[in-house]
């Protein structure tokens, strides 16, 4: 495709239940961040992944929140053991190697109940 | 890391005026200031950008103005429509081999007709 894709585009789930969001990056960007955005709030950095370098994780908020990047393009950000808290859109963004225009994919609006 | 505070966090002026959004940021090494645009329910996208070699740059009702000095930069929208509203963030880019970017809280930015 074109843009960077998301998929669930909508999840809903109970408390207590594991979720995996996936993301397709642009194809050639090297960078891909995922961000989490709750509603009329800012852009909450999670996770950045640049190259084969070693994952910036400094913004995951608990350790029940891992993603990982196989063969340098798709992503998945796992969520375990969901919270009502974890509710929100989830951003998937990428960028080609250096500096540049990130583009953002629609996101993964998540609700636990 | 990068800090990037952004200033204010709602904005509200009436068509016609001028908005101007401002951020600052920490590392004097950062050499790349993005502005993102998200309107209501949609993705952030790119409206403009500028690097640390130029000190403004123009793009109709679009501006931005670069302090490096100052490590400051903002965002000026002339003649403000209603399709302005919107939240804007601003970013700014590691200037190491790290490329990351770091965003602002955001703007909520509201023109009246």
């Known amino acids: 495709g074109a843009g960077v894709s998301q998929s669930p585009s909508n999840k809903v789930t109970e408390k207590g239940k594991d979720v995996e969001l996936r993301c397709d990056p642009i194809s050639g960007h090297t960078a891909l961040y995922w961000y989490r955005q709750s509603l009329g709030q800012g852009l909450e950095f999670l996770i950045y992944?640049?190259?084969?370098?070693?994952?910036?994780k400094s913004g995951l908020p608990s350790d029940r929140f891992s993603a990982e990047r196989t063969g340098g393009s798709v992503s998945t950000l796992t969520i375990q053991r969901t919270q009502q808290e974890d509710s929100a859109v989830y951003l998937c963004a990428s960028s080609p190697q250096g500096v540049g225009e990130l583009f953002f994919g629609e996101g993964s609006r998540l609700t636990v109940l | 890391g990068e800090n990037v505070e952004q200033h204010p966090s709602t904005l509200s002026v009436q068509e016609g005026d001028s908005a101007v959004i401002k951020c600052t940021y920490s590392?004097?090494?950062?050499?790349?200031f993005p502005w993102y645009k998200q309107e209501l329910g949609k993705r952030p996208q790119l409206i403009i950008d500028i690097r640390s070699n130029v000190g403004e740059k123009k793009d109709q009702r679009i501006a931005v103005t670069l302090n490096k000095t100052a490590k400051h930069f903002s965002l000026h929208i002339t003649e403000t429509q209603p399709e302005d509203s919107a939240v804007y963030f601003c970013?700014?880019?590691?200037?190491?081999?790290?490329?990351?970017?770091?965003f602002g809280k955001g703007t909520l930015l509201t023109v009246n007709p």
């Open positions: 992944f640049q190259g084969n370098s070693a994952p910036d």
């Open positions: 970013a700014a880019h590691d200037g190491g081999s790290n490329y990351k970017l770091t």
């Open positions: 590392d004097s090494a950062s050499n790349y």
